[in-house]
């Protein structure tokens, strides 16, 4: 099992303090998920902020139209400076995400660390090369499009 690590970096024009509203409140996830991935929340927020142990459940098709049922739980969160969610069921046979947000003169820095293997050994690895990698690419580059769009005109 190979450990996987990705870090996605962005700066928003925003307080911290708002930044901190629109990404602790996770109905916002599909509002910077790619629209073709049709991810909805199945259950687990209401419209709660995160919270330790909160559970969160989707559905998404992230590839092929197949969807996936996916339920992370949220492991700390120190407002507003970061919060961490892993999976505790889903495509993966790890994940971690840590959000971290850091004032900077004009806005926010947001850095975002996934950390992740998969299940299948030799055949993960290939499926991580051939598609998991690009599609993790594809899918923070259309939320940092989208979070500028949203944040960038409050």
Request: charged letters at 20%.
């Amino acid at each position: 099992m190979s450990l996987h690590n990705h870090t996605y970096v962005q700066q928003i024009p925003v307080s911290i303090d708002t930044a901190w509203a629109f990404f602790s409140s996770p109905v916002n996830l599909a509002r910077i998920t790619p629209p073709e991935m049709m991810f909805t929340i199945t259950s687990g927020t209401g419209e709660q902020c995160i919270y330790p142990g909160m559970i969160v459940s989707y559905t998404l098709y992230p590839f092929m139209m197949l969807p996936v049922r996916w339920e992370t739980e949220i492991v700390s969160v120190s407002k507003p400076a970061f919060f961490e969610d892993i999976q505790k069921s889903g495509p993966y046979e790890s994940w971690r995400h840590r959000h971290l947000f850091r004032e900077i003169p004009n806005g926010v820095e947001m850095t975002d660390i996934l950390q992740y293997s998969l299940p299948m050994s030799f055949f993960g690895e290939l499926v991580n090369a051939l598609i998991v990698s690009h599609r993790l690419e594809e899918v923070f580059n259309y939320r940092k499009k989208k979070i500028q769009e949203i944040l960038g005109s409050l």
